[in-house]
């Protein structure tokens, strides 16, 4: 269970979480929507331990732990994954050997024996497979020359891999052609458990046809204004943000 | 010593000495090159820091310090890594040790072959260094292919082996290509870790039509030692001088390199990387003269720098009015992972061409946040996040060497560098 409570944070004395609440329980997929600049990434930074935001008030627990509390790679470890909405780029960094270093420290941090290369190779091939992307994305360099939807593609195959008990995706959906948004959909049913649970930020109700959420919350200006079942996906969609927020 | 010298003193009086007795002495034209470089080194000391081309780089330790020369040959032999090549040529304290080198063909030590080779010293051109080394060199390699011919690639070892006293070698390396001959030199510099020596190789290469040579050195000297090297090298039409140099090691380096392009499609690379911890300086200066048409020039140097340290990249490209068409590009790219580390770039471009393609471009900075944001959100903890990062930098500086001995040397060098150095 992931418990945020008054959450409020800033990042260059400028305040951009204004108190979230917001319950995700064990084996649940929640949607957050809304608009352009309202704090959705900052949420999901926030929430992975980004450098660079002053939280001022509020806590974030995650199955009975202070979530704030953790280096990033802590968070990872004990099963936190963040989506980026903009992968980022490693020149000189092989995917293959990124994917196998990550998955490793992991490993490690949690007292799991190490995977070697042929044990890795074969795990990446069937995610990769279950993807329906070529092999040659492990011997490219992390998101170096990738398409916008090559690296959202990539995401998922990390999250595959890692096999996350709390996955946040942000805007994972942007930039896939029909046929991916379907596949990488899937990436995250095959997931969906009573030990996974989800963030899936978007801008589209299309997603949440394929991810169908628990919960849809709406946040705007800092703070979740509203929260619905799915169908309030569908409302926003017809209706706007301004609308529904005044509902 | 005295100001007028310039920290050269002692060399020239140590000169005066030896004159007879250095290898050449009954050879004109070498003796006259001693002279000459005498008087440069007279009349300029050792280069200062008011002389433009020497703005970053302070030979003040190296005028401080007492050296001598080697005049007698080691005893024992050193130990030596293995072989990476079937042909290797090792060289201690800048002699050519025969008994420990597998010499390829047209291959020969300088001093036997003073009378063929000395046509190709080149004069000093008012370099002190050069002239330094013209002064006092007593050895050095004499590679002289012939038209057509394929020398593979060829190991070269320098080692420097006296233990305490400061010494100075100062090799001179002729090696000349012929009309269509190839050649791969991979070259390795290393020394004892605590030995002040001085290492003042200069190369004189000249690549004739359609030849091509690459040259890939590696800088591995001991962290007391001073290597200043200067390479000078002419390319015929349609040749190629293909250099890549790497600055490991040693207390304060200078890697000089002076290219003209002499004919149509003659082409340079001079790529390197300097890996520059706490204590050491490294500088990389090159000066490409493109003096003829239609020839393109590739220069890539990648510096990282740890602790104090100091790194410096001079890059000059001339291109002269009868040099049209030229394609140069030049970038330099500087990583700098402590406060107190520091990079001098001055890259300078002088175009008297009108139809030329000329790009150049610099960055300098810190480890991408993001980048490392993005490792440790998947796992991996700080430390080795920017392990990778740095390793990344470094690898990609190496990424265009192609050979595949010249690739396992600079791996060996490059790998694990930042958990040693700096971590
Ligand atoms: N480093 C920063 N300095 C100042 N303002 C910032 C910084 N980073 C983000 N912001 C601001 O914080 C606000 C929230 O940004 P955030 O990226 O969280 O929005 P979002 O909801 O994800 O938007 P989108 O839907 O466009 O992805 C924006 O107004 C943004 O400009
Ligand atoms: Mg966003």
């Avoid at chain 2, 090159?33 to 008011?50: D, N, S, V």
């Avoid at chain 2, 020369?69 to 990476?84: D, F, I």
């Amino acid at each position: 269970m992931l418990r945020i409570e008054g959450l409020t944070a800033e990042i260059e004395g400028k305040q951009i979480l204004k108190g979230i609440d917001l319950e995700v329980p064990k084996g649940e997929i929640h949607a957050i929507m809304g608009p352009n600049g309202s704090g959705k990434s900052t949420l999901s930074y926030v929430l992975s331990g980004r450098e660079g935001y002053d939280i001022t008030g509020g806590s974030v627990t995650w199955n009975g732990q202070d979530l704030l509390a953790m280096e990033p790679e802590e968070r990872a470890a004990a099963g936190l994954f963040l989506a980026f909405q903009y992968p980022v780029e490693l020149p000189g960094v092989g995917n293959a050997n990124f994917l196998r270093t990550a998955l490793n420290a992991q490993r490690r941090a949690r007292g799991e024996k190490e995977v070697d290369a042929m044990a890795f190779l074969k795990l990446a091939r069937e995610k990769l497979k279950q993807l329906q992307m070529s092999d040659e994305m492990l011997k490219r360099n992390v998101n170096v020359g990738f398409s916008g939807g090559e690296k959202k593609r990539n995401e998922v195959l990390q999250m595959a891999l890692m096999n996350p008990s709390m996955a946040i995706l942000d805007e994972t959906d942007s930039g896939l052609d029909i046929d991916a948004l379907r596949i990488v959909s899937e990436g995250v049913n095959a997931l969906r458990g009573p030990d996974f649970s989800a963030l899936v930020i978007t801008h589209y109700q299309r997603l949440l046809n394929y991810i169908v959420p628990d919960r849809v919350h709406v946040l705007m200006g800092g703070r979740i204004v509203r929260s619905g079942g799915k169908e309030l996906a569908e409302e926003l969609e017809a209706q706007g943000y301004g609308q529904a927020s005044a509902a | 010593m005295n100001a007028v010298t310039g920290g050269a003193g002692g060399f020239l009086s140590r000169f005066e000495g030896l004159r007879d007795r250095l290898p050449g002495a009954s050879l004109e034209r070498v003796r006259a090159l001693r002279e000459a470089g005498a008087a440069t080194l007279r009349a300029k000391g050792l280069p200062g820091r008011r002389v433009e081309e020497w703005r970053y780089t302070d030979l003040a330790p190296v005028a401080q310090a007492h050296f001598t020369e080697a005049l007698t040959a080691v005893g024992e032999s050193p130990a030596l890594p293995a072989a990476r090549a079937p042909n290797r040529i090792v060289f201690v304290d800048g002699r050519l040790a025969e008994h420990l080198s597998q010499l390829p063909p047209h291959a020969a030590p300088l001093a036997a072959r003073l009378e063929a080779a000395q046509e190709l010293l080149a004069e000093d051109g008012g370099l002190p260094l050069v002239g330094l080394n013209a002064m006092m060199f007593e050895d050095g390699l004499f590679l002289d292919l012939p038209e057509g011919a394929d020398a593979g690639t060829v190991e070269v070892l320098n080692l420097a082996a006296h233990g305490e006293r400061p010494i100075a070698f100062h090799p001179r390396h002729v090696i000349r290509l012929a009309p269509g001959a190839k050649l791969t030199i991979v070259e390795t510099s290393t020394g004892p870790a605590g030995a002040a020596y001085l290492h003042n190789p200069v190369y004189d290469i000249r690549v004739a039509e359609g030849a091509s040579f690459t040259h890939v050195r590696v800088q591995r000297e001991g962290r007391a030692a001073f290597q200043l090297s200067t390479i000078r090298a002419r390319v015929a039409a349609g040749g190629t001088y293909d250099n890549f140099t790497l600055n490991a090691g040693g207390r304060l380096v200078r890697n000089e390199i002076h290219v003209v392009l002499e004919g149509p499609k003659a082409a340079a690379h001079m790529n390197g990387a300097q890996l520059v911890a706490d204590g050491q300086h490294a500088d990389t200066t090159t000066f490409l003269d493109h003096a003829a048409p239609d020839c393109p020039s590739r220069q890539t140097v990648k510096t990282v720098l740890a602790g104090k340290s100091r790194g410096v990249f001079q890059g000059k490209i001339l291109v002269r009015q009868a040099a049209q068409r030229t394609d140069g590009y030049q970038m330099n790219q500087a990583l700098l992972l402590s406060e107190e580390a520091e990079i001098d770039a001055k890259p300078q471009l002088e175009i008297y061409a009108d139809d030329v393609k000329c790009s150049h471009g610099a960055t300098v900075g810190a480890l991408d946040p993001e980048q490392l944001f993005y490792l440790r959100a998947r796992g991996i903890p700080a430390e080795e996040a920017r392990a990778i990062l740095v390793q990344a930098f470094l690898t990609e500086a190496v990424e265009g060497v192609t050979d595949p001995i010249a690739q396992a040397a600079l791996e060996e060098a490059v790998s694990g560098w930042w958990e040693r150095e700096a971590a």
